[in-house]
């Protein structure tokens, strides 16, 4: 009888032990359960997923620097992409068009995604997928957040850096530029090169309208969101222009500017007749044979006032859209492109990090082709707080880019420019906030 019992309750521990594995396994064979080490114990992962991005990419640039690495990451995901250079946001909505992850500018979430009701508040995704919003440098995530909602995850920062052609400074005997100039010490040091020589009109600087506009040392917006009302007569503003004004003193420069206005084609190729242009970092990576032969870098000028202060956040922000029917899969995506191990190999390449990591920054560049370059420069100035976001905004940007010209040939000052910006960027904004209600 007591051998029975021993046996009956053998076969009940082995069934029970049985019945345990079996629960504690796959049970629909494409979902991972909670190991206990993630925030929300309920977080259930894919192990196989479709997912699709839209990007500012071509396809052949997303796969380089992004769709390899999450395939080898995740090698059960079908990853796909649509290029927006194919394809507008208005047209995969009017196709319905399915698609996970989108890339934007902070600006985009509310002049073209929130519009559309493509936003999804990424808050409490991101918190149960343990996204460490700490990680990222000031300004990134607040850069993203819009009445508390979280909208997107910065991958990618382009700042702005000055560039400059060595065979320039060579040919005219002009010490090169340093890291951590102010403005003043920068346009002093263009002037020397604003020259006529054989029938070539040389000039020192140029910067790039709208990016500069945008990215703004001094966190100027264009529109203020709580009354709708124009901002841009002001002296912080004038500050700003000043330095467009002073780059085109000299009268060489100006008669140029109206035959044929300032633009990258003066700086970049080997006929180069611009000596240092303010740009984006995002030539290092991706347009190298467009700048001059003999090309180098250095911090972007500041305000005297403001030492190591640069430009505003400026990312590639990766969001999940209203529409995605595979959340968790494309945040654990997220996770991945926001960490450590994947931002050090892009980082390699070129790619300019939003986190704070240094293991990031001190690996930046190692790959890349011009080991004699000052790469340094990028992480010399600090992220400038960002502006006030209005959805309207790029109505106002195009009327500054537009009145640079006027400034630059020398047609108005900067007092009548800033008043009708003022005056007619007002114009535009009433009536497109008549049109949207």
């Known amino acids: 009888m007591l051998k029975r019992s021993m046996v009956l309750l053998l076969v009940l521990i082995l069934t029970t032990s049985l019945v345990a594995a079996c629960t504690t396994g796959n049970t629909e064979g494409n ?63 009017a196709t319905q068009t399915k698609f996970d992850i989108y890339f934007a500018r902070a600006a985009a979430f509310l002049n073209a995604y929130e519009p559309m009701k493509m936003t999804f508040d990424m808050t409490e995704l991101a918190e149960k997928h343990g996204i460490n919003l700490d990680s990222f440098a000031p300004g990134f995530i607040e850069s993203a957040t819009f009445d508390g909602k979280l909208y997107g995850l910065p991958i990618f920062n382009d700042s702005l850096v000055l560039y400059y052609n060595r065979d320039l400074f060579d040919k005219f005997a002009v010490p090169y530029p340093r890291d951590g100039m102010t403005w003043e010490e920068t346009l002093e040091l263009a002037h020397q090169f604003d020259r006529n020589e054989n029938g070539t009109q040389y000039m020192g600087l140029w910067i790039s309208p709208k990016h500069y506009f945008r990215m703004n040392s001094l966190s100027q917006g264009f529109v203020d969101p709580e009354t709708n009302k ?49 740009f984006l970092t995002e030539w290092i990576a991706v347009s190298r044979d467009q700048m001059p032969l003999n090309w180098d870098m250095v911090s972007m000028p500041v305000f005297k006032d403001l030492p190591g202060k640069g430009t505003q956040p400026y990312a590639n922000y990766a969001g999940i859209t209203s529409i995605s029917e595979n959340k968790d899969a494309a945040m654990e995506i997220l996770k991945y492109l926001t960490s450590e191990e994947y931002q050090m190999e892009v980082s390699k390449k070129g790619k300019i990090s939003p986190l704070k990591s240094q293991k990031v920054k001190d690996v930046a560049f190692e790959n890349h082709p011009d080991q004699d370059k000052n790469f340094g420069a990028v992480y010399v100035n600090e992220n400038a707080p960002m502006r006030q976001l209005h959805p309207l905004e790029d109505h106002i940007v195009d009327l500054m880019n537009d009145k640079v010209n006027e400034l630059v040939t020398g047609k108005k000052d900067i007092n009548t420019i800033l008043r009708e910006v003022q005056e007619m960027g007002q114009q535009v904004i009433d009536q497109e906030m008549v049109k949207s209600k």
Do not use: C
């Not at 992004?66 to 649509?82: A, C, L, Q, R």
């Not at 000043?242 to 080997?270: Q, T």
């Open 31 to 93: 979902v991972k359960p909670s190991n206990g080490n993630d925030p929300a114990e309920e977080l259930q992962v894919p192990e196989k997923a479709e997912v699709t991005f839209s990007t500012i990419f071509s396809d052949e640039e997303f796969e380089e620097i992004i769709g390899s690495y999450v395939k080898k990451k995740f090698p059960n995901y079908t990853i796909n992409h649509i290029s927006n250079r194919g394809l507008s946001l208005e047209q995969l909505v």
């Open 230 to 278: 124009v901002t841009v007569d002001n002296d912080n503003w004038k500050r700003i222009l000043n330095i467009f004004a002073e780059l085109s003193r000299d009268s060489g420069v100006r008669e140029m500017a109206r035959v044929n206005f300032p633009s990258h084609d003066h700086f970049r190729g080997k006929n180069s007749v611009t000596a240092m242009y303010v």
